[in-house]
């Protein structure tokens, strides 16, 4: 990956002691955190232990939530939910091409719907599309931007296994070619290894562990190697394995 | 341990009728539907209708026979009187309706848009929907005068007030999560609206759309029978006083044909607009 290294040392995203609290409960509780531009990271960790709470302030989307700290992101940075959050009213490519404008645009929404195996469903309703094809979809439509971040809250939970192992390959992939910067909030221990190349974990509202996995890919999920990442990681977030 | 059910279902269609599958379990749906389903009541009733009248067993100063309805709707309809009055009941309904349903598309968004808006709108639009609208009639004669202006402000407000209420409630039923999505996205607020608030709002606008319509009809026909000096209600009311039920019938036809006619346009646009919802009627 030699011609990125350069693009490495600029973080594309800084925090700075960031604390959120909900109705007096401290959610996060002064987050230090960088991420390098074009770094896949997951973060990990419990429900309710402030994941999606973390997401949603790199998002700017925390409006009416109290909080300090200082927050840098990218200009351009999009977000994958965990339902595909498709307009039903509009048929795909429109809804791919929310909020672009200019020419070229229809192009690239094509491009991308290409992408991500959807050419030919242009036209077709979201109603019409399976659980995997509507994310599919959702994921064109944060490409078409060409973001330098890329948020995904839970994108695979939704789905089941067979079609996430499938969208497993297709987000690496399409990380690979357009290189964003990644932030995956999962609860999912092997899909943050299996994708990641940065684990942290979220505990008690503080970065808990931040775990470089340092594999080639594509991943297997049997690769015994990764089973270490996956003791210290459950370790860290309070699982204890029974290894009979 | 082989499946017993199916192969013994395929294997004896021939065997004693005893063997027939059990699985299948009794169908509570109300099955398919029936030809000209919706026709059918009202043919019947008119059957009845033609057959009494014939029968002599109806009297013809109360309920005239069909032929004799028809005679004289055709009879009014050549000499003019008829279509004078659908005319003049038909622009205050529209006039009426217009209004209404540009005051009630307007409140909403502006209520469902603003914190402010709603706080001056939605609790005022519910004032005046606790009042009976018919009620306002005297107090709108005496600041309006009894001429058009005054009926076709009380069928406004009978209009309005549906359109409203059910445009706000799917306003302020938009699915919070495509909001945040229109943020995510980067949406300027006139797209926003555009391309989430307005779509959004439809389903519930139509239903107001529907009640509005029929709530025009109603307001028509009960000011032009209190006061009016033309129009299809004011042609009804002449004929109780000569006793000439066969016209106030022919006015209850046109009536009726008005509110069927305009709710199957509604429906029909409706229809076409909301073609990405597949509910269960479809």
């Known amino acids: 990956m030699a011609p990125h290294t350069e693009q490495l040392t600029r973080p594309a995203v800084r925090l700075q002691g960031l604390t959120r609290s909900f109705d007096g409960r401290t959610v996060l509780d002064g987050v230090d955190l960088e991420i390098p531009a074009g770094q896949f990271v997951a973060l990990l960790g419990h429900s309710g232990s402030g994941k999606s709470t973390l997401l949603r302030a790199v998002a700017g989307l925390d409006h009416e939530v109290t909080g300090s700290g200082l927050l840098t992101a990218p200009e351009r940075v999009s977000v994958v939910f965990q339902d595909s959050r498709l307009l039903p009213w509009r048929r795909i490519l429109p809804n791919v091409l929310l909020g672009l404008d200019g020419r070229g645009a229809e192009e690239r929404g094509r491009a991308a719907l290409a992408e991500v195996g959807l050419a030919g469903r242009e036209r077709a309703w979201p109603s019409e599309l399976s659980g995997g094809e509507a994310q599919r979809a959702a994921l064109a439509r944060s490409l078409v931007r060409e973001p330098e971040l890329l948020l995904a809250d839970e994108p695979f939970g939704a789905l089941d296994a067979l079609t996430r192992i499938r969208m497993h390959a297709l987000l690496r992939e399409l990380w690979k070619r357009h290189r964003p910067s990644v932030l995956l909030v999962t609860h999912d221990v092997d899909e943050a290894i299996v994708l990641a190349d940065r684990v942290l974990v979220l505990d008690h509202g503080r970065i808990g562990l931040d775990l470089t996995v340092d594999r080639p890919h594509p991943r297997s999920y049997r690769d015994p190697l990764l089973s270490e990442y996956r003791t210290e990681l459950l370790g860290a977030l309070g699982v204890v394995e029974d290894t009979d | ?282």
């Open chain 2, 1 to 282: 341990m082989t499946a017993v059910t199916t192969s013994t279902v395929t294997a004896a269609p021939a065997a004693a009728p005893d063997e027939r599958p059990r699985t299948r379990r009794r169908a509570l749906a109300p099955g398919r539907r029936l030809p000209a389903a919706r026709l059918a009541g009202p043919l019947l009733v008119l059957a009845l209708w033609a057959a009494a009248s014939a029968a002599g067993r109806l009297d013809p100063a109360a309920i005239p026979a069909p032929w004799t309805v028809l005679r004289t709707g055709v009879h009014l309809w050549t000499d003019g009187t008829l279509a004078g009055d659908i005319a003049t009941s038909l622009q205050r309904a529209g006039y009426g309706f217009a209004i209404g349903l540009t005051a009630g598309v307007v409140l909403a968004l502006a209520s469902g848009l603003s914190r402010t808006g709603e706080a001056l709108i939605d609790g005022t639009v519910q004032l005046n929907r606790a009042i009976p609208t018919l009620g306002l009639i005297p107090l709108f004669i005496l600041w309006l005068g009894i001429g058009e202006t005054f009926k076709i402000a009380i069928i406004a407000i009978v209009v309005y007030i549906p359109i409203y209420l059910n445009t706000h409630a799917a306003l302020a039923g938009i699915d919070h999560r495509f909001v945040e999505l229109a943020e995510v996205q980067g949406l300027s607020r006139a797209r926003f609206v555009r391309e989430v608030v307005v779509p959004g709002a439809l389903p519930g606008f139509f239903v107001g759309l529907r009640l509005g319509v029929t709530g025009s009809w109603l307001g028509l026909v009960v000011l032009e029978q209190i006061n009016a000096t033309s129009g299809l209600g004011y042609l009804m009311f002449q004929a109780t006083n000569y006793g000439q039920s066969d016209v106030i019938l022919v006015g209850l036809v046109v009536y009726g044909i008005f509110g069927l006619v305009s709710d199957s346009v509604v429906r029909l646009v409706e229809r076409r607009v909301l073609s990405w919802r597949r509910t269960l009627s479809s």
